[in-house]
């Protein structure tokens, strides 16, 4: 690929933000292009500027996306899988590595326990003998330790594939900055080239998704998903201090950036935003 348009495409793409807003600066600088008689020439070389911009980024965002997946699974089924296997086996290590486990462990056994009964009084499962239910309850105790000590043993091994994939996706950012400055410039272009009645359905969206009045909820089943995932405690207390405290956080942010960068490039988007608010 050749390298001599990058400096083309960063300030194209890149513009800073002025007094002026680019909707109506735009459409000053399309009128000059009109009148130019090397027009012509000039839309040719914006056209491969910006093809090659696109499969730059794309191929670039696929590398980001896609390298670091594979990392983590390859690392994890290859690797770890039958490194920590074995070192777990050796050591006979607990079946649970917290008190959520055993909290979730024997609520699933009490509730099988009280479904098992109640299907013996209604006359659905019939077992005669008070050895025929413990040897049910028993089964079912193996199966609820076999799955948590797996639950187990898979938090320490996504532990070290998610930060071998951490490291990976890092180091690729840190090697290739010319790639990720035209990703933020093809971003850039996307995001800010839409009309206003996109941008403002895509801030409602969001803010509806990550700090609306509903999304607690979605927070909350974020959090214990990423806490079962790396085998850490649910502490009730730290996911509702989190959830009051940083979907407020990130209003902010987003509010802010509507008032100090958007309202000056795209007022119209600001207004439509707030009228389908409203």
Do not use: C
């Amino acid at each position: 690929m050749k390298y001599w348009n990058l400096n083309k495409i960063n300030s194209s793409s890149l513009e800073k933000v002025g007094a002026i807003p680019r909707s109506i600066s735009k459409i000053f600088t399309k009128f000059k292009k009109d009148l130019d008689p090397n027009a012509e020439i000039e839309a040719l070389e914006e056209f491969k500027i910006s093809r090659y911009q696109t499969l730059a980024s794309v191929k670039y965002l696929l590398i980001l996306v896609i390298t670091p997946i594979v990392v983590n699974q390859v690392s994890k089924n290859f690797l770890l899988d039958p490194l920590i296997n074995s070192m777990w086996n050796d050591q006979k290590a607990n079946i649970f590595l917290n008190s959520s486990q055993e909290e979730r462990a024997f609520t699933e056994l009490q509730r099988f326990e009280e479904r098992l009964h109640f299907e013996i009084l209604v006359g659905k499962l019939k077992l005669n003998s008070y050895r025929s239910i413990q040897i049910q309850i028993k089964q079912k105790a193996f199966e609820l330790a076999k799955y948590y000590a797996n639950e187990s043993v898979n938090a320490f091994k996504n532990i070290l594939a998610d930060t071998l994939s951490i490291i990976v996706f890092l180091l690729i950012i840190s090697l290739s900055k010319r790639q990720l400055s035209i990703l933020k410039s093809f971003i850039d272009e996307i995001i800010y080239g839409l009309s206003d009645t996109a941008k403002a359905f895509l801030i409602i969206l969001f803010t509806d998704l990550f700090v609306g009045f509903h999304s607690p909820h979605g927070w909350e089943v974020i959090i214990e998903s990423i806490l079962r995932h790396f085998g850490l405690a649910e502490n009730r207390d730290f996911i509702f201090v989190f959830i009051a405290t940083f979907p407020v956080i990130l209003d902010t942010i987003f509010k802010y950036w509507i008032f100090r960068y958007l309202n000056r490039i795209s007022p119209s988007a600001v207004a439509t935003y707030r009228n389908m608010n409203e």
